[in-house]
């Protein structure tokens, strides 16, 4: 079974400043997809950043980045020129490609990001 | 991006009463929709996958006779809490996914469940 894990309860930057959140995640599988999700206070889940694992290349949405290693397991996102409104949960997940499976995201635990002005 | 609806946002019910809650995809057919839970301060545990047209598959140790679901159209899902215990409370969260936008998944903006 594929596991995601975000080993960062708790994180905080200044703003303007850049962080990196971690995950790691474990799988047998050759092709699948990686995400960033982001859940602020109003608790709606908002796609952040997505990552085929097909592909070398790293994926960029504005401010944000991701290192993805697939050989290490590593998928972290980077946040640059962090603004007060980026302050949410930021939750890591995992999508088999398998055609076979039923194509439901595994979560980590999540990382709580405070952005202090 | 795609829009998923809840409804209702917030319930408060009393113990033993039944709630159902409505998951519609507004711009898009899915033929696939996630039911999660979330407790407060943990990440988003996933109770059950809905194909259209097709019983529900439960992920271990989620009652199917307790959380009735059904996906009866490509736009709506609904979640039926029967007999709800204050055990029940929670957030829950539906989620969607557009198989012509590469499999995208988006998801509703959860209900909140009270059962006093």
């Known amino acids: 079974a594929q596991t995601v894990t975000q080993s960062q309860p708790e994180m905080s930057v200044q703003e303007a400043e850049t962080v990196t959140l971690s995950c790691t995640y474990d799988?047998?599988?050759?092709?699948?997809?990686l995400f960033w999700y982001k859940q602020p206070p109003s608790r709606q889940m908002i796609l952040v950043i997505r990552q085929e694992a097909y592909k070398q290349q790293n994926a960029t949405e504005n401010r944000f980045s991701v290192n993805f290693q697939k050989a290490a397991k590593s998928f972290s996102l980077k946040i640059s020129d962090s603004q007060l409104g980026d302050a949410a949960m930021y939750f890591c997940a995992y999508r088999s490609a398998y055609r076979g499976s039923q194509g439901n995201l595994i979560f980590g635990k999540g990382t709580k990001l405070s952005v202090k002005p | 991006g795609a829009v998923v609806s809840q409804h209702p946002s917030r319930v408060i019910c009393k113990s033993g009463t039944s709630v159902k809650i409505e998951c519609r995809s507004l711009d898009f057919q899915a033929t696939t929709m996630f039911w999660y839970r979330q407790f407060p301060k943990q990440s988003l545990m996933l109770m059950a996958t809905?194909?259209?047209?097709?019983?529900?598959?439960?992920e271990q140790g989620v009652e199917k006779d307790k959380f009735l679901i059904n996906h009866a159209s490509l736009t709506l899902s609904t979640l039926t809490v029967t007999s709800a215990h204050p055990e029940d409370s929670s957030f829950y969260i539906c989620?969607?996914?557009?198989?012509?936008?590469?499999?995208?998944?988006?998801f509703g903006p959860g209900t909140r469940l009270l059962v006093l």
């Open positions: 809905s194909n259209e047209g097709s019983k529900a598959t439960y």
């Open positions: 989620s969607a996914r557009d198989h012509l936008a590469g499999g995208a998944q988006y």
């Open positions: 799988t047998s599988e050759s092709d699948y997809y």
